[in-house]
């Protein structure tokens, strides 16, 4: 699979017909996802906004799954200097964020309701406002930069440094409210769920999963064509 | 000791742009080479690529010793000097603070750096602030080094366009010896050098490429 | 070895006569901190709750002010050339360079940060474990903002692009150096978190280097 | 006139150049923000607290992180003999440096600030008042930071050393600010202090540039 | 708009060192003086003092143009191009932003800049980084302002160093031409320069004084 898809060659044909599949597959699982998501009834203490659920709880996973995602091209466009590798960085971060982004926001707009406030500063939501700003300084650092290999390179080497980092950031948030008071009225283990909202919760995050893959192959495949455009733009310039 | 290096099908490319490619050149010691082009040619580029500062896109550097080839870093790190375009100065510093750094970071001791800092002429400003000096005296402070500690492989960036004219004599002086003593040269250079040198022309300029 | 002695050397002149980092981040220092009672419209009762939390919080921003210099200036005039053909590996400079910084800068400051807590109406008795957790933390800020320091290296964007990599690096030191105090104060065990804090310090000490080495010869190439 | 409008435009383009000035600028404030409540505790009250000193807090170190690019650069790149020969007095190219370090700098990060403010827990009302200040006092940053910036122009001692000077001129604001927002916040009369403060920085804007004018001339000769 | 410039009697002080003392200098329109003299000779300090960056600490500098002599000030703010050892030019900004900037800050417009550009050769370079040009093609852009903006007082500190033959030759061209349209130029120059110049010692060096 990887063999196949380091290949330039390859990955653009592979990917020109895996992209719309998976994107299909996303829309499906969507779908059914929230149609279950609808027939389950209210929840007794929380009411509609239950519904939200739905669409916070994958993305707040995937703001974790992508960025490890990016470490991963990371460190392989780092290692073997892999173009692949490191468009697929480039292409996997705006999506990481805008996942994180959304779990801040519908958690928050949850929040407001369940815990009335839109805002609390627990370990859980701090470490992912923290994971946030990774995001954004990969972002910014890599357009800060001229020099589309440099910029690669030294975005590839911080988004290691936080691969690192990360976990560490993590458990240090949970330790440091832990020390403190706890404050919130957050249940950090979450909810125990009921089947009627676990199952539509499984499909969307699978419907999530999917959709980024698409989202991913998409963006990766416009680098690719971006490169080649540059390239070919040089040559014309002589 | 490095007694040679042999340059073989080298390429370069900045950016996307293909610099130099299959560059191939053989230095022997005692030798000098002038590298000519045009700008933008790839002259710096090509002198950075041998120190090690940039990575050839294809081709190597072989630097050969008394006893057989020498790790291309080890070479660098231990027996080679480049003077770049800049004079990498720290304006704030006096003149002698930083001859006398860049003496003992590339080998050299507290006294060959006064005795180049004096062949160079700069005895009476050591104690004024790099800031101060005028154009030639800052390359010259940057020069001081070739002269304070000895290293065989002179990789050398136009050293010479701020010197005045009797200063260039005195340089021509120290590269002399230097090939004299069994070092080797190669140097980009506009102007002919005050040595003898084998002129060789660098890639296309940023009209070809 | 030699090279590492020679780099912290000069790090250290420059950044004590020339750079005027230690002295402006000092300057910073207290202004900042005598910012804050009058930003707090001076109820004391409130400060002194916050105050150890907030000298701690300003010590690790002041750390972020004379991180531009660290390897910009040497990258702009030529002299990283220099230093990246010495005799020491670029890790070795990059390790003298952090601790340079250290010994110039945050050092400096945590040496000066009781007088800030005192001042703002936290009790004496903090002053060891407000020192110890400066000195140890500030090795950490010194060499993570190294690391983005080197990396922003050729951006066109200095200081807050700096600050913006570094500061979520900055969590775990501020988190555990809080903590720590925080327990000091209430007489809780506060060898815990300080052990953290160590740990982690000594971890970015010895792997920040490497980063920095690594973002600097990208920069140069 | 044209003069003026040149360097602003140069200006602006520089600093808003690459990682683009709003999302740096947001970065910058929540990353700083987030690290707030790990020093000080979760405990709302603290933070509310000390909210509006940390805005302020964010501001000064900001403007402070950006003063390296405002004169040295030019000067040691040469750019500021040019600047200096051409068409519009150096008094001119001054004002407008300042007046693009705040429109690029310490303008975005008042306009985040309630943002902020409010997740640090303060009412959502006192948004109008915090972002006035912040405009208002932003700009006096920017000018006295520039002074210093321009003070310390190749001086003997160099680096950003001599902005120490002007460190104490930035503690007025924040207590006419703190003031302001305090007795907005109280439903009290906040216009006093806000005029002051609007008196403050407006003598800033007004003489600074004179002197970093003159600071700069003599830098060159 | 100068027709000439009479230096009388000006002496320049650095630090506490008397540089250059009682120099006398009348410069006409279509006239090129070229400033020789051994490093630290005061060559780049004249230059500065003549546009008025260093105070000089006696005598002055006379401005003439057509209807009698003008303010120093203006002439040079309106009149004058200084091309010191730097290029002031922005690393990270794009050579067509800095040549842009340039010549509309001494009074061009963009049609003129581009042109300007398109004659030193920077055409295809004009959307790079300058941080990513090559020395000489540095040197060219902070050179286009002399031709995207007219400005009648040229001086110049060692304008030609870094350019390859090519690039000297049409430098030279660029002179001639300014000059045959009245223009004066004031250069230092340790090489000579490729028009006609009346050649002026200064001072005496670090060694004297
Ligand atoms: C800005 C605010 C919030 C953020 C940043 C946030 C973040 C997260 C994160 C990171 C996870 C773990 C996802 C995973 O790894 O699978 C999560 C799960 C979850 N969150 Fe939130 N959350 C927020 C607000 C809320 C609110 C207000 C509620 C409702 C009371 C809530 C309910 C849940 C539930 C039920 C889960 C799934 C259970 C679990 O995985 O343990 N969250 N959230
Ligand atoms: N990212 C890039 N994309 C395209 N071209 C680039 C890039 N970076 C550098 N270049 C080009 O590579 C060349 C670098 O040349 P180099 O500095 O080696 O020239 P040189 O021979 O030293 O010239 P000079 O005689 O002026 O010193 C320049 O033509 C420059 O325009
Ligand atoms: N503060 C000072 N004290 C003593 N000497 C100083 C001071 N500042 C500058 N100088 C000297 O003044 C001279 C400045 O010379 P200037 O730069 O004008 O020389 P130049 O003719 O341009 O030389 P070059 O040919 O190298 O450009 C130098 O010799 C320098 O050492
Ligand atoms: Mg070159
Ligand atoms: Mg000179």
């Known amino acids: 699979m990887f063999q196949a898809l380091v290949n330039p060659e390859r990955f653009m044909a592979f990917s020109r017909w895996a992209a719309p599949l998976l994107g299909a597959i996303a829309l499906v699982l969507a779908a059914a996802g929230l149609f279950l998501d609808f027939q389950a009834p209210p929840d007794y203490q929380q009411g509609y906004t239950v519904h939200i659920m739905f669409i916070h709880v994958p993305a707040a996973f995937m703001s974790e799954f992508v960025y490890a995602c990016l470490g991963v091209a990371s460190f392989l466009s780092l290692v073997f200097r892999h173009a692949l590798a490191t468009a697929a960085a480039r292409a996997a971060a705006p999506l990481g964020a805008g996942f994180t982004l959304l779990a801040l926001i519908t958690g928050s707009l949850w929040g407001r309701p369940t815990w009335g406030t839109w805002w609390v500063w627990d370990p859980r939501l701090t470490s992912v406002l923290v994971l946030f700003l990774f995001y954004v300084g990969y972002m910014a650092l890599e357009s800060a930069i001229e020099d589309e290999a440099k910029a690669a390179r030294a975005a590839a080497i911080l988004a290691l440094v936080g691969l690192i980092n990360l976990p560490i950031v993590h458990y240090s948030v949970v330790w440091w409210n832990s020390l403190h008071q706890r404050s919130s009225l957050l249940r950090t283990d979450g909810p125990d769920m009921p089947a009627v909202y676990l199952a539509p919760l499984l499909l969307m995050l699978l419907a999530y999963m999917a959709g980024f893959g698409a989202l991913w192959l998409v963006r990766v495949r416009g680098e690719v064509w971006r490169r080649r455009a540059a390239v070919l733009a040089m040559r014309a310039a002589g | ?209 | 070895m030699r090279g590492f002695s020679l780099v912290l050397r000069r790090e250290l002149a420059l950044s004590w006569a020339g750079g005027g980092g230690p002295v402006l981040a000092l300057g910073f220092y207290l202004a900042m901190a005598s910012l804050l009672p009058l930003a707090l419209g001076a109820d004391p009762a409130r400060m002194v709750a916050v105050a150890p939390g907030f000298a701690w919080l300003v010590l690790a921003l002041a750390s972020l002010l004379s991180l531009e210099r660290m390897f910009e200036r040497d990258f702009e005039d030529g002299a990283l050339d220099l230093i990246a053909l010495g005799p020491a590996p670029l890790e070795m400079t990059a390790l003298a360079k952090g601790l340079a910084q250290w010994a110039a800068i945050t050092g400096p400051l945590a040496v000066l940060a009781p007088i800030v807590v005192v001042a703002l109406g936290a009790p004496l008795s903090l002053a060891p474990i407000v020192v110890t957790c400066g000195l140890i933390g500030g090795l950490s800020f010194c060499f993570l903002g190294g690391v983005g320091a080197s990396l922003s290296l050729g951006s066109r964007r200095g200081g807050v692009l700096i600050a913006l990599i570094v500061l979520p690096l900055f969590t775990p030191p501020v988190i555990f150096g809080a903590g720590a105090i925080e327990a000091f104060g209430a007489a809780l065990d506060w060898r815990a978190p300080l052990l953290l804090l160590c740990a982690y310090s000594l971890a970015a000490t010895a792997l920040c280097p490497f980063a920095m080495a690594a973002a600097a010869r990208n920069a140069l190439s």
């Open chain 2, 1 to 209: 000791m490095i007694t040679a290096i042999s340059i073989e099908s080298l390429a370069v490319a900045r950016g996307d742009r293909a610099l130099i490619s299959g560059f191939n050149l053989t230095l022997d010691a005692g030798e000098a080479v002038a590298l000519a082009g045009r700008n933008g040619a790839g002259k710096t580029s090509l002198l950075r690529a041998v120190a090690g500062l940039i990575r050839p896109s294809a081709g190597r550097v072989v630097f050969h010793g008394e006893d057989g080839e020498i790790a291309a870093e080890d070479a660098v790190a231990r027996d080679a000097h480049l003077i770049g375009h800049q004079d990498g100065l720290k304006l704030s510093r006096t003149a002698w603070d930083e001859a006398l750094f860049q003496a003992e970071w590339t080998g050299g001791t507290t006294a060959s750096a006064r005795a180049a800092c004096a062949r160079l002429g700069l005895g009476k400003l050591l104690g004024l602030q790099v800031r101060k000096l005028s154009a030639g005296q800052r390359r010259r402070l940057a020069l001081a080094r070739l002269a304070a500690s000895p290293r065989s492989l002179w990789l050398l960036d136009e050293p010479m366009a701020p010197l005045d004219r009797d200063q260039r004599g005195v340089f021509g002086q120290l590269m002399a010896e230097h090939l004299a003593g069994g070092g080797l040269i190669l140097a980009a250079a506009h102007d002919p050098l005050p040595i003898a040198a084998r002129p060789i022309e660098v890639g296309g300029g940023e009209n070809a490429g």
